[in-house]
């Protein structure tokens, strides 16, 4: 229930952050192109990485503090970073191809996701 709670936390965080940052850009760069997702999702893969190599190199971080700052924060921040940090842990162990696949099937399948989703809630609609 404690790591339920410390994720929770994170979590509200990382939306806060995300919703209070597309917010800005969205006020400063106008809506013609979506940068202020871009923007989280570029800091949020920054974050992780970041943190990652701390964890790994560095050993600064206990178990319940990655579960705050990667599984809460940077989860509600974007998960965008979980893709960018598994597909680059895919290929820093020499699996390109997986890796590749991941990219693939993240955008294709997710894209395709969307517009079943969008075609699912028009007909439900109508």
């Known amino acids: 229930m404690a790591h339920t709670l410390i994720v929770g936390v ?18 400063w760069m106008g809506d013609a192109f ?11 893969c920054l ?12 050993e600064w971080f206990k178990p319940e503090s990655r579960l705050f700052v990667v599984t809460g924060i940077l989860g509600g921040f974007t998960t965008f ?12 162990d020499r699996q390109y191809w997986a890796a590749l696949a991941n990219i693939a ?4 399948v997710g894209i395709g996701a969307v517009i079943l989703g969008w075609m699912a809630g028009k007909a439900l609609a109508v």
């Open 81 to 92: 970073s979980a893709f960018g940090y598994e597909t680059f842990a895919l290929m820093h």
């Open 105 to 108: 099937a993240n955008v294709v």
């Open 34 to 44: 979506p940068v202020g997702t871009l923007l989280v999702n570029v800091m949020g």
């Open 10 to 27: 994170g979590g509200f965080v990382g939306s806060v952050l995300r919703y209070w940052l597309t917010g800005i850009a969205h006020r």
């Open 47 to 58: 974050a992780i990485g970041s943190f990652w190599s701390l964890m790994e190199f560095g």
